[in-house]
């Protein structure tokens, strides 16, 4: 098991769970059509046992488990005993054609594959045998350079070439959580509809946030998640008070909305493409009284980034509105100059406070790194380069190296080689990320900066 805090001193992702098992045991937790709903309590027991059978097979952190994904309590179950055990889970789309199924398998190496028969079953049948909890694949070399703190790892859509792992370390994802605890409309308890595909980023958002805050989270069929009419009268029936959609999503509820209205939705989170606020969508909140529209972005590789709220006169919002300002801020000048830098809009990672000090240009190779990227930490040594025996170290970034038969992306930690210039240059076909070092004696906030992991944005034209 992974340690209770962080750092930051952040609640690790498994302590949020088992922290709601005690201040609100009989509080719904987890609704689903397939039975009975789970209450605090039951979920958290139902997730440590979990976690004991991964542990049981072998299963250490750093490694990978896959989940044959389906709209179920067992597949949140399994994806929540992944956190607690501090292993990194694989969602997997039984709807993805079988090449690309094999391909995910090939790239990620878990150790074993869990799920529901029927789901197991049709996997099997797309990908040939599987390894599992009572035989599981053997242990494979640690990836160059790699953290032993993954999450969970997502593939990309593959629009440019063969899809891509990204494999997201836990520290971003604690910060996410804590802002989303901390958040005076978000950190309240609500029930919110479990709406995202597996295979998308924000599924890790609702589920982690609305455990986290002590809210209930609904599951519905896919069919009716896909369907407007139905995932209207789903946030009807089911008296969804928040949900995660992207706008087109959005834009379907509002005008199947015309004649019945949501009464009880109070926070719509919009990610995953540019926010538009149509008529319909005006109209919607116009008879949502109360109710805001929160806008999110982020890229896979880093989660949320920035994040807005739309609220007040649903008459007076911009058709398009901004989401440039970092989700979470603190007191020191450090985080909080007031306009990003040229050429990198993508990068204000939020959960490294600030917004990095170099341009895009400047994180193109390890060996630019150490002279143009990130500043130091208040009190860090005179250079990158001469800080490593400094107290406390320079927050330089470093990239990890992968292994040749690895196309998923790796982060470098703080235990990893230095950020040598020796090291190869990407692949086309590999995204590389910077992981920043940190130096054990930092400080609590500076630690913060320092060990979040940023998104290396594309350099300049």
């Given at each position: ?11 690790n ?7 709601g ?10 609704e ?26 072998g ?22 005993a ?14 993805y ?15 074993a ?14 990908v ?11 242990v ?13 790892v ?7 070439g ?7 370390g836990?520290?971003?994802l604690?910060?996410?959580i ?11 308890p ?14 890790f958002?609702?589920?982690?946030s609305?455990?986290?805050?002590g809210?209930t ?33 959005l ?13 009880a939705?109070?926070?719509?989170v ?5 926010l538009?606020?149509?008529?319909a ?8 009284p ?18 807005h ?29 007031k ?11 939020w ?18 790194a ?5 500043p130091r930490?208040?009190?860090a040594g ?7 025996a400094a ?6 970034p ?6 040749s ?11 990893a ?9 990407p ?16 400080s ?13 944005p594309?350099?300049?034209?």
């Amino acid at each position: 098991m992974s340690q209770q805090e962080n750092d930051a001193g952040e609640p690790n992702l498994g302590l949020w769970l088992r922290s709601g098992a005690q201040s609100h045991a009989n509080a719904v937790a987890l609704e689903s059509p397939e039975g009975e709903p789970l209450t605090y309590r039951e979920l958290a027991s139902a997730v440590a046992a979990r976690a004991r059978a991964f542990a049981d097979a072998g299963l250490q952190s750093g490694e990978r488990i896959a989940v044959a994904a389906t709209r179920s309590t067992d597949t949140i179950i399994s994806i929540l005993a992944a956190a607690e055990a501090g292993i990194a889970y694989v969602p997997l789309d039984l709807a993805y054609p079988a090449e690309r199924l094999r391909a995910m398998l090939d790239d990620a190496q878990p150790r074993a594959v869990v799920g529901e028969d029927q789901a197991l079953s049709t996997l099997r049948s797309l990908v040939g045998e599987l390894p599992t909890l009572e035989q599981p694949a053997p242990v494979q070399a640690a990836l160059h350079a790699s953290a032993p703190d993954l999450t969970y790892v997502l593939f990309t859509s593959g629009s440019t070439g063969r899809p891509k792992g990204v494999a997201m370390g836990a520290v971003p994802l604690r910060h996410l959580i804590q802002w989303h605890a901390d958040h005076p409309r978000l950190g309240q308890p609500a029930r919110t509809l479990q709406f995202a595909p597996l295979s998308f980023d924000v599924h890790f958002q609702e589920i982690f946030s609305t455990l986290a805050c002590g809210g209930t989270l609904v599951l519905v069929p896919e069919e009716q998640r896909r369907d407007p009419g139905l995932l209207l009268n789903a946030l009807i029936q089911r008296r969804i008070e928040r949900i995660f959609v992207p706008y087109v999503a959005l834009q379907m509820i509002a005008e199947a909305s015309r004649d019945e209205l949501p009464t009880a939705l109070r926070d719509v989170v919009s990610a995953g493409e540019q926010l538009q606020v149509t008529p319909a969508i005006r109209s919607l909140f116009q008879r949502l009284p109360g109710s805001e529209l929160h806008n999110h972005y982020g890229p896979t590789e880093s989660h949320v980034v920035t994040a807005h709220e739309l609220r007040g006169d649903p008459a007076a919002w911009p058709e398009i509105p901004r989401s440039a300002a970092p989700c979470r801020t603190c007191s020191s000048p450090w985080c909080r100059p007031k306009t990003p830098p040229t050429n990198t809009p993508a990068n204000c990672c939020w959960a490294a406070r600030r917004w990095p000090a170099a341009t895009s240009a400047g994180l193109n190779s390890p060996a630019s790194a150490s002279a143009a990227t990130s500043p130091r930490c208040p009190g860090a040594g005179t250079s990158p380069a001469t800080s490593r025996a400094a107290t406390p170290r320079a927050c330089t970034p470093t990239w990890a190296a992968p292994t040749s038969n690895s196309r998923w992306m790796a982060f470098a930690s703080s235990r990893a080689r230095s950020n040598s210039p020796s090291w190869p240059r990407p692949a086309s076909r590999t995204r590389w990320s910077p992981r920043p070092t940190c130096p054990a004696s930092a400080s609590s906030w500076s630690r913060t900066w320092c060990c979040a992991k940023a998104r290396k944005p594309t350099p300049a034209s």
